[in-house]
């Protein structure tokens, strides 16, 4: 399976666009992109998955790359609600399999 | 608003006690998911189901760890013996059991367990 880079953390400041990279260099064809995020003692929380488009919906944004080697998931007016741990994770097409990593630790400053 | 529930929250016990976790998942939801957090491990699955029956546990630690869904609104995660490495939040799942990749899982809270 694809693994996945992000950064340790980010600091975003509130009301501010968060831009959350995640790098997946190794990803086939088949293989979709997806975002959880986890907030302290909770469990974690779907945002966004994509395969080849950009998508969007209530919470975020997903930004893929045309060679799909890379993603940004954009959440537009940040709150100190968002304050989490966000995973980025590549899912085989057919693999309930879910890997998270370390994930980006995103940290809303009012 | 459907979620996922889970109990008990937090279990405190002995080594050697058995633990049972249970989970309910997403009304009309046909896969579970276990997954077990450490600051150490991260995030790590331990089993899945779809439709009741066992589609992958090779996560779990066969000599204690079992799990089952006796029924489709239960799931069961049991540790017998426990040990202080079992010490842990597990975290239950489900996902609605389309095709696989829109099978978005949606998690429960938690149970945190310590094991003494």
């Known amino acids: 399976d694809a693994k996945t880079t992000q950064p340790t953390s980010m600091d975003c400041a509130e009301g501010r666009a968060a831009n959350l990279p995640c790098n997946h260099s190794?990803?086939?064809?088949?293989?979709?992109v997806y975002w959880y995020r986890q907030i302290h003692s909770q469990g974690p929380q779907y945002i966004i998955h994509?395969?080849?488009n950009n998508e969007t919906n209530e919470m975020a944004s997903l930004i893929i790359t045309e060679d799909r080697k890379s993603s940004t998931l954009i959440l537009p007016h940040a709150t100190l609600r968002d304050t989490a741990v966000y995973y980025c994770?590549?899912?085989?097409?057919?693999?309930?399999?879910?890997?998270f990593g370390a994930g980006t630790r995103l940290t809303v400053k009012p | 608003d459907a979620r996922v529930t889970q109990t008990p929250r937090d279990k405190v016990t002995e080594m050697g006690q058995e633990v049972t976790m249970r989970c309910q998942p997403i009304?009309?939801?046909?896969?579970v998911f276990w997954y077990r957090q450490t600051m150490m491990q991260g995030l790590e699955l331990l089993a899945y189901?779809?439709?009741?029956?066992?589609?992958?546990d090779s996560g779990m630690p066969k000599d204690r760890f079992s799990a089952e869904m006796p029924d489709a609104t239960l799931a069961t995660l049991k540790i017998q013996p426990s040990e202080p490495r079992d010490s842990a939040v597990y975290f239950c799942?489900?996902?609605?059991?389309?095709?696989?990749?829109?099978?978005?899982?949606?998690f429960g809270p938690g149970t945190r367990l310590t094991v003494l």
């Open positions: 799942a489900s996902g609605p059991g389309g095709t696989s990749a829109s099978d978005t899982q949606y």
């Open positions: 190794t990803i086939s064809g088949n293989e979709y």
């Open positions: 994509g395969l080849k």
């Open positions: 994770i590549v899912r085989p097409y057919n693999n309930n399999d879910m890997r």
């Open positions: 009304l009309g939801h046909n896969t």
């Open positions: 189901f779809r439709n009741r029956a066992p589609l992958d």
